[in-house]
């Protein structure tokens, strides 16, 4: 057994889909089928009742679930045993480079190289569960200002705003989002966490978007946007970063904030490790605050 298998039984338990927990783990369909039917084989049991595009945990599927969340556990404190200095799992999100995480990752790993760093990238959606479970040690993630819980650090307020071809003729300052209800939008998808909060903005400016693309890459958006297939909106950090000739910011009304936060599972703060990261964000939440 391998626990490569076990993650992916994990993934598609919770997206309820082996497209979804490919998507999450970074690989293919197929992957995801072939590591699940060997999980299967070796159980001698099938754990998912597949449907055209959905599955389903059988009762056996049902009753692996937390055992193999366990088991999960168990293999992180054996790293942290292995490693005299410790051992530190964590989430991040895909677009977390324009926020300047990867480089704080890096300090951290310079200033304390004898501390093992782990760490995967899962979409926004994924990481409550990530973090009740104990699956990391923890995570950085987005979440409404009012829905932020309790512990966390806040490194960045963020809040939406749109991408425009230069082209594109439009008021200048903050311009109401009605004024592109004719455009075709291109948004990030619904792991992101932001297509919901995109869809309420538009709806609260009083119409409902031409969607003509859903995705994950902000790249991809920008690329996109800059040849005249439609406006974006993305989180404010997020445009920003794909800012280039051709492209242009628009400032706009009504508009949601959201924060960027990093949280311990209940499992990191009893990590010896985590008192060492938490030293480091604070310095780098301060900085992010005199920065946004």
């Given at each position: 057994m391998e626990l490569e298998w076990i993650r992916a039984f994990l993934a598609a338990a919770d997206a309820g889909s082996f497209s979804a927990a490919a998507e999450a783990l970074y690989v293919s369909q197929s992957v995801i089928s072939k590591q699940i039917r060997k999980l299967e084989t070796c159980l001698d049991t099938p754990l998912f009742q597949r449907a055209h595009r959905r599955v389903e945990l059988t009762a056996a599927g049902r009753r692996a679930y937390p055992e193999a969340q366990a088991l999960l556990r168990q293999w992180r404190c054996l790293e942290q045993a292995a490693h005299p200095g410790g051992a530190l799992h964590l989430v991040l999100l895909p677009v977390a480079d324009c926020y300047?995480?990867?480089?704080?990752?890096?300090?951290?790993?310079?200033?304390?190289?004898?501390?093992?760093?782990?760490?995967e990238e899962r979409e926004n959606t994924a990481v409550p569960a990530l973090l009740k479970a104990g699956l990391c040690d923890g995570a950085f993630y987005r979440t409404e200002e009012k829905q932020a819980p309790a512990g966390c650090l806040t490194l960045w307020r963020d809040e939406l705003a749109l991408l425009a071809p230069?082209?594109?003729?439009?008021?200048?300052?903050?311009?109401?989002?009605?004024?592109?209800?004719?455009?075709?939008?291109?948004?990030?998808?619904?792991?992101?966490?932001?297509?919901e909060a995109s869809l309420s903005l538009c709806s609260e400016a009083g119409f409902s978007p031409q969607v003509r693309y859903t995705g994950s890459s902000a790249g991809n958006i920008g690329r996109m946007v800059r040849g005249g297939v439609g406006v974006a909106l993305l989180a404010r950090r997020v445009a920003e970063s794909c800012l280039g000739p051709g492209l242009k910011l628009v400032e706009i009304q009504p508009n949601r904030r959201s924060l960027l936060v990093f949280s311990a599972s209940g499992a990191g703060l009893r990590n010896p490790a985590m008192a060492q990261f938490q030293d480091c964000l604070a310095l780098f939440a301060g900085s992010a605050e005199r920065d946004g």
């Amino acid at each position: 057994m391998e626990l490569e298998w076990i993650r992916a039984f994990l993934a598609a338990a919770d997206a309820g889909s082996f497209s979804a927990a490919a998507e999450a783990l970074y690989v293919s369909q197929s992957v995801i089928s072939k590591q699940i039917r060997k999980l299967e084989t070796c159980l001698d049991t099938p754990l998912f009742q597949r449907a055209h595009r959905r599955v389903e945990l059988t009762a056996a599927g049902r009753r692996a679930y937390p055992e193999a969340q366990a088991l999960l556990r168990q293999w992180r404190c054996l790293e942290q045993a292995a490693h005299p200095g410790g051992a530190l799992h964590l989430v991040l999100l895909p677009v977390a480079d324009c926020y300047g995480i990867p480089q704080l990752l890096g300090d951290f790993s310079a200033l304390h190289p004898q501390i093992q760093l782990t760490v995967e990238e899962r979409e926004n959606t994924a990481v409550p569960a990530l973090l009740k479970a104990g699956l990391c040690d923890g995570a950085f993630y987005r979440t409404e200002e009012k829905q932020a819980p309790a512990g966390c650090l806040t490194l960045w307020r963020d809040e939406l705003a749109l991408l425009a071809p230069d082209s594109l003729p439009c008021p200048d300052g903050r311009v109401h989002l009605s004024f592109f209800q004719d455009e075709k939008f291109l948004l990030l998808d619904a792991p992101t966490g932001l297509l919901e909060a995109s869809l309420s903005l538009c709806s609260e400016a009083g119409f409902s978007p031409q969607v003509r693309y859903t995705g994950s890459s902000a790249g991809n958006i920008g690329r996109m946007v800059r040849g005249g297939v439609g406006v974006a909106l993305l989180a404010r950090r997020v445009a920003e970063s794909c800012l280039g000739p051709g492209l242009k910011l628009v400032e706009i009304q009504p508009n949601r904030r959201s924060l960027l936060v990093f949280s311990a599972s209940g499992a990191g703060l009893r990590n010896p490790a985590m008192a060492q990261f938490q030293d480091c964000l604070a310095l780098f939440a301060g900085s992010a605050e005199r920065d946004g």
